[in-house]
């Protein structure tokens, strides 16, 4: 393991968010739901250190 990719970042935003309103891909799948990202902007302060998982 080691450090997270800053690319990976959004996955894990996404699942937060998605978590947060109470529902899964499949769940929005299945009710014709499909939110694709537009933009994302972020502004990276340091390196997500994996090790501590």
């Known amino acids: 393991m080691g ?3 800053h690319s990976a970042y959004v996955l894990y935003f996404e699942e937060a968010a998605m978590r ?4 899964n891909y ?12 537009h933009a994302f902007n972020i502004e990276f ?3 997500a250190d994996m090790t501590i998982c």
């Open 26 to 37: 499949k769940e929005m799948e299945d009710a014709g739901i499909i939110m694709p990202v």
């Open 45 to 47: 302060k340091k390196q």
């Open 20 to 23: 947060n309103i109470g529902l």
């Open 3 to 5: 450090f997270l990719h």
